[in-house]
């Protein structure tokens, strides 16, 4: 969950790096949140309550998606082949899945080596 919440803080950032199990934790809970929204509304006749979410989301996704091209070493307007249908989503989906680059390049520090504590 710290991850999630890690994520929503910087919501609005689209600068820097962000680590796999950041994206994917990001998206787990998500996932979850939305089909258990969906099911209330459903329940509830009230379609609007998962749409709000999918808007209040939208932005923290499309951040964290971009952060973690970023840690691949690529430029955040890749997010855009994900339009193409079919073929975007299996290349944003190998992109998305691919381990960072060592050390630092041009959008920051890698994520996963920690600072080392003086």
């Known amino acids: 969950m710290s991850w999630f919440i890690e994520a929503l803080k910087?919501?609005?950032v689209f600068s820097g790096?962000?680590?796999?199990?950041?994206?994917?934790?990001?998206?787990?809970f998500v996932s979850i949140i939305y089909i258990v929204l969906a099911i209330v509304s459903a329940v509830a006749k009230q379609p609007l309550i998962?749409?709000?979410?999918?808007?209040a989301i939208?932005?923290?996704s499309l951040a964290v998606s971009v952060r973690r091209?970023?840690?691949?070493?690529r430029t955040g307007w890749w997010i855009l082949i994900g339009l193409v249908p079919l073929v975007g989503a299996i290349v944003m989906l190998v992109f998305l899945c691919s381990d960072s680059e060592s050390g630092a390049n041009k959008f920051g520090a890698n994520p996963k080596e920690a600072p080392a504590l003086v």
Do not use: I, N, Q, S
Request: proline share 3%; charged share 25%.
């Open 50 to 55: 998962a749409v709000v979410f999918y808007l």
């Open 17 to 28: 790096r962000a680590r796999r199990k950041e994206y994917w934790m990001y998206t787990l």
């Open 58 to 60: 939208l932005l923290p």
């Open 10 to 12: 910087k919501y609005a």
């Open 69 to 73: 091209l970023h840690d691949t070493g």
